[in-house]
């Protein structure tokens, strides 16, 4: 039986695009060029990504009622499983025992997203919680899927792509922006312990992940680095493809998307050894010439509040 929602249909969406604005992620301004319709799903999918990533990274102390899940400060593990066993309910049995449930629902049902995605990124966000150095790269490309894949196949139904011809293009893209990341944030991880960098690279390299932890560059990373970037630039040649599939806002949407991280990777390409230093980083004024490369009338408008 279905249960009283926290909130209404139209205070959920309100709730997700709050979230959004709040994050101060630049890629923000890329929904505005959505139509009203689509750019409120695109904050709901952000929202649950940003709360799901939360409860693996945020600081204990920020974990609000409001916002997340739980309001006890319970191992993050089970907060994880109570999300998984909430979004469940929520999307089988009608049950909203969070804010977000409602238009996440919604979002679901009307843009024929695939339960199974969002399960997936549940799935890699418990991996960062404890975790296992990846054996080989098809685990990272795995681990890739999980986190990056999924949320590219959430982004196409919201664009009513064809996911029969996308689908796979979707999967690479993600991967390609994933491995971006996981290079742009060698440093950040290892001060937390991680590194998602594969057992059998570090071993061809000659290097260890205890290496990777400490200050001083060790030989072999380098080539190790132009490795993966090959692999990044790889999969955004092949993913470069999707854009043919594309229509609209949610073609411009992709272009600002992949020129920001194709642009990233740019970056860590003309200097590898930096990014075990420090995390790497595009100019804000590269940023704003992305963004002027899709000019939309919705840009740069205030966001609508909604109404249902």
Not at 88 to 115: F, K, M, S
Not at 127 to 148: E, I, K, M, S
């Amino acid at each position: 039986m279905r249960t009283s929602p926290v909130f209404t249909l139209a205070e959920s969406y309100n709730y997700a695009v709050r979230i959004t604005r709040q994050s101060g992620s630049s890629f923000r301004l890329s929904f505005l060029m959505l139509p009203r319709r689509d750019y409120q799903a695109m904050c709901v999918l952000y929202a649950f990504m940003r709360l799901t990533d939360d409860l693996a990274d945020a600081p204990l102390v920020s974990l609000q009622p409001i916002d997340l899940p739980t309001a006890d400060a319970e191992p993050r593990p089970a907060m994880l499983e109570r999300w998984r066993e909430q979004l469940l309910a929520c999307l089988t049995r009608e049950e909203d025992t969070h804010p977000l449930h409602p238009a996440l629902r919604d979002v679901v049902t009307n843009y024929a997203i695939n339960p199974e995605w969002l399960y997936d990124v549940i799935t890699g966000v418990e991996f960062d919680l404890a975790p296992q150095q990846l054996a080989t790269f098809n685990d990272l490309q795995r681990y890739c899927y999980l986190v990056a894949g999924t949320v590219g196949l959430c982004c196409q139904a919201i664009w009513r792509a064809d996911l029969s011809q996308t689908h796979d293009l979707a999967v690479q893209c993600g991967e390609a922006f994933q491995l971006t990341n996981i290079l742009r944030d060698i440093r950040e991880d290892a001060e937390r312990g991680r590194c998602y960098l594969a057992a059998e690279d570090l071993q061809a390299a000659g290097l260890t992940e205890t290496q990777l932890h400490g200050r001083d560059l060790p030989e072999g990373f380098i080539p190790l680095i132009e490795q993966h970037i090959q692999r990044a630039r790889d999969g955004y040649d092949r993913a470069r493809e999707l854009e043919q599939h594309l229509r609209g806002a949610g073609k411009r949407m992709f272009r600002i998307m992949f020129k920001t991280y194709s642009s990233l990777l740019s970056e860590i390409e003309r200097d590898p050894q930096a990014c075990f230093y420090r995390r790497i980083r595009i100019s804000g004024r590269r940023r704003v010439a992305i963004l002027l490369t899709a000019p939309h009338r919705r840009l740069f408008r205030a966001a609508p509040t909604v109404s249902r």
